[in-house]
């Protein structure tokens, strides 16, 4: 310890002092962003590098559309095979049944009596006089659509269709087919984008649906479908499709699997 004397050295202690007794200023402290930045930048290579890694050399952000529709090619084809697998199936049993029931007395009073009720149930092709109804999407975009006109306005969409059925239905259609497919008690009209599923199977527009029945009276029962009127309106401001026209018509027979869940025998 060093010893001073006289009155320079009192000042200094009372300097000395005096600075002890007053508060500390804080230690300055580093800005958030100057440890920030590191991270940010460690993250963004570790980003980069990982992004490298899983494209493989490839553009991550290429257009699948190809694929899609390759895949949604198969599944069709793939359906279709076993649909075929399927009609081949039930004839051989058709086939067995038949024969069963040449020494079978019970069996081929069922299957007489299951004869009757054929046409009703949809498994035979009717012919006579109808309506054909055709439904169709707007042409492209052109100087005759509304300026405020959306995608959905220029398109088919399944309540259009399923006014027009229940329309025929009401008007007392005797036997129905929508793309030429037979219409059943099990039948449901789907859309799906621009595109009608019905049994499993999809279909571009234009629809057409043809009913047998009175031609007066389905198309009075048209006239008079509230969905229908709201259809033809608009027709006129958007220039979609509505053909409708009476002649003789055949609706062919349903040909698929009627994949019921319950039935009852009819007595």
């Known amino acids: 310890m060093e010893y ?34 590191p991270l940010i930048a460690a993250a963004a290579g570790l ?25 949604i090619e198969d599944r069709r084809e793939q359906v279709a095979a076993s649909e075929r697998r399927a009609a081949t199936l039930r004839g051989e049993v058709e086939q067995r049944t038949d024969a069963l029931a040449d020494s079978d007395g019970p069996i081929k009073a069922q ?39 959306s995608n959905d306005d220029l398109v088919v969409h399944q309540g259009d269709v399923q006014a027009v059925v229940n329309a025929l239905w009401a008007g007392g259609a005797e036997a129905m087919s929508i793309m030429n497919v037979r219409v059943l008690a099990t039948s449901a009209v ?5 595109t009608l599923l019905l049994h499993g199977r999809v ?4 629809f057409k649906i043809v009913a047998i029945g009175d031609p007066a ?3 009075q029962a048209l006239a008079s479908s509230e969905g229908v009127r709201l259809f033809k309106d608009a027709v006129d401001d958007y220039q979609l499709g509505y053909k409708e026209s009476a002649s003789t018509v055949t609706v062919p027979a349903f040909e698929d699997s009627t994949a019921l869940r319950s039935a009852t025998v009819p007595r």
């Open 4 to 37: 001073t004397s006289g009155a320079a050295s009192w000042q200094k202690a009372l300097r000395r002092a005096g600075a002890g007794l007053l508060p500390r200023r804080p230690r300055q402290r580093r800005p958030g962003w100057s440890i920030g930045v």
């Open 47 to 71: 980003l980069f590098t990982t992004t490298a890694t899983t494209a493989g050399g490839t553009a991550l952000r290429e257009d699948r559309r190809p694929q899609l529709n390759q895949l």
């Open 111 to 149: 299957q007489q009596r299951g004869a009757l009720n054929l046409q009703a149930a949809g498994f035979t092709a009717l012919t006579g006089t109808g309506v054909t109804v055709e439904l169709n999407d707007a042409p492209r975009r052109s100087d005759q659509t509304p300026s405020d006109a």
């Open 190 to 194: 789907r859309c799906v984008g621009n």
């Open 203 to 206: 279909y571009s527009p234009p």
């Open 217 to 219: 009276a389905l198309q």
